[in-house]
């Protein structure tokens, strides 16, 4: 009885070391090529693509947010205002963007572009109140005009009750961080 | 002598009664009567007179986007903040594709959308074609080059590609007006309640159109509006209609600026 025990605990203290250090190596996979050469990023002014009724939202701070998240990530970021394209950059530039607009988009040294689109973001009162977002975010590569990385993201926030109604006025920014979070969850941490 | 002259003064008198009288009803009712009778469509309403809008519109046929933003992962709670918030995984990848494909609803959205357009539209007194009505086979090339540039019409957006394909239509001798629609319905995660944080979450819907009526003659926009609702509609649904007609309630005020 007792060589049987010792036998099967054997064999499960094996298998739980082989899945462990199966998942190990599942974590350590090699980083992506076109994430691992990316020098500087710089990002661009946020896009505003709403419609109708807009919520005042401080674009800055969601593009400082979005340059924030991505330095965590140890990737080289810096913030720039000239988008370099003439006329504003429309939703559509981004969806269907061409090498060529790619290729004249934000500062003419510049190689990796972030632009970052914010296609919503609301509150409402219910029983509570509860916020929306939801952000775009296009990573391109202007060497050869192409779009390195592409994501959207939403995110919703909210409190029920009394307490919930009376912070109505910080659920679309709450929304909006959860939003930006989740999109750039997309871009994977750069290893140092 | 007597009887004679008062006889004639009465006929007299008679007659100036009845010219006089004749002509205060000619003069006030036959210019009522005028008034009512011919009182041209352009001066009782701001809408275009009918007659003078026999413009040909080329309905391009409209893009109905479906797109299911992403879902699950959520959680609620007070982590990471003063109150309950709840969130959502990104779809972001490699250059993944950012639109939904179509869907089956979305085949009688395009109904729905071309019936109340050329509901709208005739009531203007535009003369409504489709691509395949148009005659010139030169035209008919022209605007279906400016078909997978819809969403961007409808934006009032005109790029490089469309503004050089508006300038080959403006040599034509015909000109025409270009109606372009688009509608993206977007279906998020839905609400949530969490009993423990009290934490509470909004469904994400939402529904958009925008159309556009851009002239081929001078290659600009004269005419466009968007409507955005958070919700998603049926096709059958009468709010559907209504959510349309405050989209083509501005055509009447602003479209026949051409």
């Known amino acids: 009885m007792k060589p049987l025990f010792v036998k099967t605990s054997f064999c499960m203290i094996v298998l739980l070391l082989l899945s462990a250090t199966c998942l ?36 800055d701070s969601l593009r400082k947010a979005a ?31 061409n090498p060529t607009w790619v290729k004249h ?5 510049s190689r990796w572009v972030l632009v970052i689109g914010l296609e919503d973001v609301h509150s409402k009162i219910t029983f509570g109140s509860t916020g929306n977002a939801e952000v775009v975010g296009f990573l391109f590569d202007k060497q050869d005009g192409t779009v390195l990385w592409k994501g959207t993201g939403v995110g919703q926030a909210g409190q029920g009750g009394l307490l919930g109604m009376t912070l109505k006025g910080f659920m679309s920014e709450a929304a909006l961080d959860n939003a930006m979070a989740n999109l750039l969850s997309g871009i994977p941490k750069r290893v140092k | 002598m007597m009887r004679t002259d008062i006889l004639k003064q009465a006929t007299t008198m008679r007659w100036k009664m009845a010219h006089t009288c004749g002509t205060v009803l000619f003069v ?10 011919t009182v041209p469509a352009w001066q009782t309403t701001s809408a275009p007179a009918p007659q003078k809008l026999a413009t040909k519109v080329v309905m391009l046929p409209p893009v109905v986007n479906v797109e299911t933003l992403p879902s699950g992962g959520q959680t609620g709670g007070l982590a990471g903040s003063a109150f309950g918030s709840g969130s959502v995984a990104s779809t972001g990848g490699l250059a993944g594709q950012r639109r939904g494909s179509k869907s089956d609803p979305a085949g009688s959205f395009d109904e729905v959308l071309v019936s109340a357009a050329k509901a709208h539209l005739n009531e203007q007194g535009y003369t409504l074609l489709s691509l395949d009505d148009v005659q010139d086979p030169s035209v008919s090339d022209l605007l279906r080059q400016l078909e997978p540039l819809t969403n961007r019409l409808a ?30 319905v977007k279906e998020g995660p839905g609400g949530s309640w969490n009993p423990n944080t009290g934490a509470i979450t909004s469904a994400m819907f939402s529904t958009l159109v925008r159309a556009a009526l851009i002239s081929t003659r001078t290659g600009t926009v004269i005419w466009k509006d968007e409507n955005l609702e958070r919700k998603l509609f049926h096709t059958n649904d009468p709010k559907f209609g209504k959510f349309l007609d405050q989209i083509y309630s501005t055509l009447a005020s602003q479209g026949g600026n051409q």
């Open chain 1, 24 to 59: 190990a190596n599942r974590a350590k996979l090699p980083p992506d090529p076109r994430f691992a050469s990316i020098g500087q990023i710089v990002v661009l002014p946020v896009v505003d693509n709403r419609t109708g009724k807009k919520d005042k939202i401080s674009l």
């Open chain 1, 105 to 109: 988009l934000g500062p003419p040294d």
């Open chain 2, 155 to 184: 934006h009032g957006a005109i790029n490089d590609q469309a503004r050089e394909v508006l300038n080959h239509l403006s040599t034509l001798p015909e000109n025409y007006l270009v109606f372009v629609q688009f509608m993206e």
């Open chain 2, 28 to 37: 006030v009712i036959v210019p009522m009567m005028a008034q009512n009778a």
């Open chain 1, 67 to 97: 340059i924030n998240n991505l330095k965590h990530k140890n990737y080289s970021v810096t913030g720039s205002d000239n988008t370099d394209v003439s006329g504003d950059i429309a939703e559509e530039d981004l969806n269907d963007a």
